[in-house]
């Protein structure tokens, strides 16, 4: 059974820096595609940031662009986002997501046709 696990979310002030984890089990991520997104209370789901399977091809939602940084480690099965200065809006359940087929473009919209999702990870950023 594919599964993907979310770790690394917690209470950060603003200014800070987290470091989100996303490992899978069941299935190696070195031929997916990773997404990661978050829903904020009352808000949509929202793409966040990308990554391909080979790890050459990122992309990020503009909000987060110089803040985030998206990367893998294939040999550990795991995914990483790295947020730094972190503010208030960025409160949000951030979830990872994985497809074998769905292609992360840096000139086009994150995808959000991922087939495989994690339960998410709680991300609150707050004085």
């Known amino acids: 059974q594919l599964q993907l696990v979310e770790s690394g979310g917690g209470l950060v002030q603003p200014g800070g820096s987290l470091r989100l984890s996303c490992t899978a089990s069941?299935?190696?991520?070195?031929?997916?595609?990773i997404g990661w997104f978050r829903q904020a209370p009352g808000k949509e789901r929202e793409g966040v940031s990308c990554?391909?399977?080979?790890?050459?091809?990122?992309n990020y939602v503009d909000s987060v662009k110089g803040r985030f940084t998206i990367s893998r480690d294939n040999a550990k099965n795991t995914v990483y986002l790295q947020l730094n200065t972190l503010k208030p809006e960025d409160t949000a359940v951030y979830y990872c997501?994985?497809?074998?087929?769905?292609?992360?473009?840096?000139?086009?919209?994150?995808?959000?046709?991922?087939?495989?999702w994690g339960q998410g990870t709680q991300v609150t950023v707050s004085s």
């Open positions: 997501a994985a497809d074998p087929i769905t292609a992360c473009n840096p000139y086009y919209r994150i995808p959000r046709d991922f087939g495989s």
């Open positions: 069941g299935f190696t991520l070195n031929y997916y595609t």
């Open positions: 990554i391909s399977s080979s790890g050459g091809s990122t």
